[in-house]
């Protein structure tokens, strides 16, 4: 329609669509959601003919997606953290969370598949992985689907608690490579003798120069997922600091399996120098595969970082 107004030097045809939700009163996992459609410079001639895909004007009953992914969480952690695929016995993560989500208030799935904080928190982990995964199949854009908003179709709930199949093979893999890194670093600390010296109290400093090739051995004190509407891949933030207080910042482009308290030698170039809460930190990029060390002695806390 746009591009016909287009050639005839009409500006194009505007529609916004805006959903609003309203807690179901009988069930605390329920939202009704109704949809308003605005269309702005079309004829009415236009408005006859324009469809609006995917977009249903009458309510739609939905499920609250922290729900569906904590009650899969919770049959997963239940199956011993072993999933259980759709159609295979009583025990089907995808089959439970179904159920759960047909039985009203205080029947007994709800309560065996009840969440605790800790639950609700690897759900909002899963639910942040699978928005960052770019889908190469059908079933992953399916997946990517039911839970990119807040509120679930209730015919998606058991392609949304099938996440969890997905996730728990991703943990696996970075479980893997940080035992590979861990198992390489031994011979090396075999050969070579150890990592790290014992470290000294001091400020942070700057360094090396920019563009220089270093390599780091420090402590990670924040490894924090960064996400961006522009691109589907997250990012994940490094900061550690050395065995002598010094600060080094890694922003690399995808998840090198370190953890917060990992002792780890990092190869890079520097990219800055800069000033963070009143400490000098060195930026790093073009990093090599970290290698993952055993633990060693922290180094003091530094002002302005807890």
Known sequence: MNQERNKVGLPPVQVNVTHSHQSDPDDPIFVMQSA???????????????????????????????AVMSAAVVAHRLNGKVYVPRGEGENSVPDQVNRFVAEGPNWPLRQRLAATQADKDEAGRVRIWVRSQHPTSDYQAALRHALSSEYVSVREVGTAAS???????????????????LAKNEGQQRSDGPAV????????????????????????????????????????LYITRTPQGDLVRWFASED???????????????????????????????CKAPVIHPPLTRPPAQPGNK
């Not at 953890?259 to 400490?279: C, K, L, M, Y």
């Open 256 to 286: 090198q399996g370190m953890e917060t308290g990992d002792a780890v030698t990092v190869q890079g170039t520097i990219r800055d120098h800069s000033t963070f809460n009143g400490e000098r930190q060195t930026e790093m990029w073009y």
């Open 36 to 66: 308003t459609i605005r269309v702005q410079g079309a004829s009415q001639q236009e408005l006859d003919r324009l469809n609006i895909g995917d977009v249903r004007t009458e309510p739609e009953r939905k499920v609250k997606a922290e």
């Open 197 to 236: 010296h014992s470290p000294r109290p001091a400020g942070s400093r700057w360094l090396g120069q920019k563009e220089q090739k270093v390599s780091v051995t420090a402590y990670v004190e924040l490894a924090h997922v960064v996400r961006n509407d522009k691109s589907p891949y997250p990012r994940v």
């Open 163 to 181: 996440a969890m199949s997905g996730f728990t093979r991703y943990q696996e893999r970075l479980e893997e490579a940080r035992q590979k890194a």
